[in-house]
């Protein structure tokens, strides 16, 4: 695992002062003591704090312009000219595959005038501005500006689309717009991240599925949904819930806290009908004591969770496109072996349905805890035992967003 490029300069990227300074005042509100308390005596945040533009500037500063960032698996760019576009926080960007093999990543954005330089995903040669055809190498370096000579003292041979750091580990693709970061294995391993995954061997996973959607809501109710324990029997219980009756439930025994997330070791069935593992095990895990019921959570500041089960593992991240509209992307992701197995294509079918299936019971309680918020009676209620890992989350946003992003 080694950085690539020298990330954006900080000042490079605007961020209203103003808004930032008004969040600051809401983080010292008195209000937010009674969820900073213990969590059998605590409750949920304010409603404010999911939809306010100026707390959304302040995450923006604290948490997305400077925290590593998983965007990609790294198998979604297999050759050469391979690249993404993403957009994250008001910033559109570019992963791509350069002629030697390397990640690279950069800002969508022409020189000249700002145009975006490309849309959606494909394979390239280079990138051409649509409006005067400036044209990129697969690194961002201006190659070609168009009638370049006529272009005055302007200096084209050290003009770049602005780099963003980019970095891998266990096949996944992380970003970075500060260039001052530590690097992504110490990131990871405040959490013991890189350890903790080491058994399942996800770099030698292939991507089978990648399923997103945009949801008019805030990026921190797609976390909380994600990681609440308390509404898998209601929500999910013609789906997953169904299948995990029977199974002893998740309480903070099995909850390792960290810094700036949490791991969860339990039992449960995989993601499919009836939680039958389509393909049997992973081959390394077949002799794994917990067998088919195997199951891994993990939770990462900001915005990465990540699910592991005896067959398959299901990363996934809630992009914030603006500060009620969430980008869910989840991926799913298999033993390389698997691919020669007996209906191999007639299964993966049924774990995509099921996917889709699954989030979009979430997307739906999402949506509807986001149209509360604009109620004058939104409560600020209790935080359940099986919210234990949305109340760890919270105290780590307040702190962050009280201590210059870091956790106390």
């Known amino acids: 695992m080694s950085a690539i490029n020298d990330g954006v300069p900080a000042d490079e990227i605007q961020l209203d002062a103003e808004k930032i300074k008004a969040a600051d005042r809401m983080f010292q509100s008195a209000e937010l003591e009674s969820s900073r308390l213990d969590r059998a005596d ?3 945040l304010p409603a404010k704090l999911y939809t306010s533009a100026e707390v959304f500037e302040k995450e923006k500063d604290l948490l997305f312009f400077r925290d590593w960032i998983v965007i990609a698996r790294d198998d979604e760019f297999k050759e050469p000219g391979d690249y993404r576009t993403y957009e994250m926080a008001g910033e559109r960007f570019i992963v791509a595959r350069d002629r030697d093999g390397t990640l690279k990543a950069f800002i969508n954005s022409c020189r000249h005038r700002g145009t975006p330089v490309a849309q959606g995903e494909g394979n390239v040669k280079a990138f051409i501005c649509p409006f005067h055809a400036w044209t990129y190498d697969l690194s961002g370096k201006l190659i070609n500006p168009l009638r370049g000579r006529q272009l005055g003292n302007f200096d084209t041979s050290n003009c770049r689309l602005p780099p963003i750091q980019v970095d891998t580990f266990a096949g996944f693709v992380f970003v970075n717009f500060d260039q001052n970061a530590r690097s992504l294995r110490d990131y990871l ?7 903790e995954i080491e058994f399942l061997r996800c770099q030698d996973l292939v991507t089978i599925d990648r399923y997103e959607f945009d949801m008019e809501a805030n990026w921190k109710l797609v976390m909380e949904v994600g990681s609440d324990v308390y509404h898998v029997e209601v929500v999910h219980k013609e789906t997953f819930g169904q299948a995990s009756a029977g199974y002893k439930p998740q ?4 909850l390792r806290l960290t810094k700036y997330g949490a791991t969860k070791r339990y039992s449960s069935p995989t993601f499919a009908p009836g939680g039958e593992a389509l393909f049997g095990p992973m081959p390394w895990l077949a002799d794994h004591p917990d067998g088919l019921t195997l199951a891994l959570s993990f939770y990462l500041r900001p915005n990465f969770a990540f ?10 991240v809630a992009i914030p496109l603006d500060v009620n509209r969430t980008r869910f992307v989840t991926w799913t992701c298999v033993p390389k072996e698997f691919l020669s197995r007996p209906a191999f294509a007639e299964k993966v079918q049924i774990i995509k349905d099921f996917c889709r299936k699954l989030n979009d019971e979430d997307r739906g309680f999402v949506l509807a805890v986001q149209s509360g918020l604009s109620s004058r009676y939104y409560p600020r209620g209790p935080v359940h035992e099986l919210e234990r890992l949305v109340h760890h989350r919270t105290q780590g946003y307040l702190a962050a967003m009280t201590s210059n992003g870091d956790f106390e």
């Not at 309480?251 to 099995?254: E, K, Y």
């Not at 699910?307 to 996934?316: K, L, N, T, Y």
Request: glycine fraction near 4%; hydrophobic fraction near 40%.
């Open 42 to 44: 605590a409750v949920h």
């Open 189 to 195: 391993e405040i959490d013991g991240f890189c350890s």
């Open 251 to 254: 309480t903070s025994s099995n």
């Open 307 to 316: 699910f592991a089960r005896c067959d398959m593992i299901q990363p996934w």
